[in-house]
C-alpha cells in the first residue's frame, strides 16, 4: 500500500461517522421527544400546528377515498384496512422503513360531520424506543398529500 492510499483510508471511518451524527442532528425536530416517545397522536391542544386535528368541507367517504390515494403515493406506505364505527371511520397504515426494515402503524380516524369531516389520527413505532421524530414526520406527511389530493380534485 502507498502512503497515499493509507492517508485517504485513515479518514473513511470519522468521515462516515460525522456524516452519520449530521442525519441524526438534521432528523430531530425535538429533542425532548425524539429520544423518549415512540409514538404521535393529533391532538387540539397539540402545540404543533401541523399534529392537530382538521376539519374538511367534505363527505367522509371522499376523503377516505382521497385518503387511501395519498398514502399510495408514499413510498413504503402499505394500506392494511378500513373500518367503520357508527360515524366514525378508521383508516389503517403500515409504514416500513427504508434502512432498517422497522415498522410503524398510523390510524387515521374520519368522524363524520354530516358536509363536512374532522381528521385526527395517530402514529406508533412497533417498537418502545425514540422514534427520532418518525412518527410525527408521518401524520405531517399524509396530511400534506392529502391536501394535494383534495386539491387536485377540487
Known amino acids: 500500500m502507498t502512503l497515499r492510499y493509507r492517508r485517504r483510508r485513515r479518514w473513511i471511518f470519522p468521515t462516515i461517522v ?3 451524527l449530521l442525519a441524526l442532528f438534521i432528523t430531530i425536530d425535538d429533542w425532548s421527544r425524539d429520544f423518549t416517545t415512540s409514538y404521535a397522536v393529533m391532538r387540539e391542544t397539540s402545540e404543533d400546528p401541523d399534529l392537530r386535528p382538521v376539519v374538511f368541507e367534505r363527505r367522509a367517504d371522499e376523503v377516505s377515498d382521497a ?3 395519498a398514502a399510495g403515493r408514499i413510498k413504503n406506505w402499505e394500506f392494511i384496512g ?5 360515524n366514525t371511520t378508521m383508516v389503517v397504515f403500515e409504514r416500513t422503513s427504508r434502512v432498517w426494515r422497522l415498522k410503524d402503524d398510523i390510524v387515521l380516524r374520519i368522524e363524520d360531520l354530516g358536509d363536512r369531516c374532522r ?8 417498537l418502545d424506543y425514540g422514534d427520532l421524530g418518525q412518527n410525527p414526520r ?3 406527511r399524509i396530511l400534506a398529500e392529502l391536501r394535494i389530493v383534495l386539491d387536485d380534485r377540487g
Open 18 to 20: 460525522a456524516a452519520c
Open 67 to 69: 385518503i387511501q390515494e
Open 82 to 86: 378500513e373500518a367503520r364505527v357508527e
Open 119 to 126: 381528521l385526527g389520527g395517530e402514529s406508533r413505532s412497533r
Open 138 to 140: 408521518n401524520l405531517r
